[in-house]
């Protein structure tokens, strides 16, 4: 069984910049293919940005070229810098295989706010 730990969150202003953590453990000797999910209030989870076992990327419209994933294989570790930051990317974001195949984690809340 895979645990899923987000980390990172918290309150900032628009432009300010977060940096997000993922970190797995339990029965697995590598990371897959990872991605940051987010869930608005009264919305449904979306898919933010993905990053594959080989390191390729992809991003949400909304998060290009704001936003970068990255990953630490030794480390088992997935992150997401989020800058320039806006009202609308408040949520709470979640980490998760791109086939969501895992346990969800308890999330880490990013709240943008002036």
């Known amino acids: 069984q895979v645990q899923l730990v987000e980390s990172g969150g918290g309150l900032v202003q628009p432009g300010g910049s977060l940096r997000l953590s993922c970190a797995a453990s339990?029965?697995?000797?590598?990371?897959?293919?990872m991605a940051w999910y987010r869930q608005a209030p009264g919305n449904q989870r979306e898919l933010v940005a993905t990053?594959?076992?080989?390191?390729?990327?992809n991003y949400a419209d909304s998060v290009k070229g704001r936003f970068t994933i990255s990953r630490d294989n030794a480390k088992k570790t997935v992150y997401l810098q989020m800058n320039s930051l806006k009202l609308e990317d408040t949520a709470v974001y979640y980490c998760?295989?791109?086939?969501?195949?895992?346990?969800w984690g308890q999330g880490t809340q990013v709240t943008v706010s002036s």
């Open positions: 339990g029965s697995i000797f590598s990371i897959p293919s």
């Open positions: 998760n295989t791109i086939r969501s195949s895992w346990a």
């Open positions: 990053v594959t076992a080989g390191g390729a990327r």
